[in-house]
């Protein structure tokens, strides 16, 4: 039997260890509480009033406007936040990049146990 058709102690002990970091891996996904596509974002800006403090000199521009901008089917969708609701939305799109991360490192360990098992990394 050549060394591609049977597993070896040394792939089962990488195997195990690749599992036990999938497993940690997993348990931190299942921590990550609420995650949200998207970027939050505050911006100052002038109003339409010729005659308003946000036209001066220096210009004082109104605001800060909580901005949620993601795409939709393709386009850019923008909505409006509170302050409260930026708080909670910046939290959970930092879970998002967190969510990704996690993931991305799943699917590492997959191709390194694959490659494991074949006994040669994937070209």
């Known amino acids: 039997m050549s060394s ?12 195990r260890r690749l599992e036990r970091r ?13 995650v949200l ?7 100052m800006l002038p109003c339409g009033n010729p ?5 001066g000199d ?12 993601r795409k939709v089917a393709a386009k850019t969708v923008t909505v409006r936040l509170t302050a409260e609701q930026a708080r ?16 991305k490192q799943i699917q590492q360990l997959g191709l390194r146990a694959a490659d494991a098992m074949r006994g040669s990394p994937t070209p």
């Open 88 to 103: 909670h939305c910046m939290r959970w799109s930092r879970n998002m990049r967190q969510f990704d991360r996690l993931v």
């Open 58 to 69: 220096p210009p004082r521009l109104h605001g800060p406007y909580y901005l949620w901008t």
């Open 37 to 43: 596509r998207g970027s939050i974002g505050a911006r």
């Open 51 to 55: 005659k308003c403090r946000c036209k």
């Open 22 to 34: 999938h497993d940690i891996l997993l348990r931190k996904l299942c921590k990550l509480g609420l």
């Open 4 to 15: 591609n058709t049977h597993t070896t102690g040394s792939t089962k002990t990488s195997l």
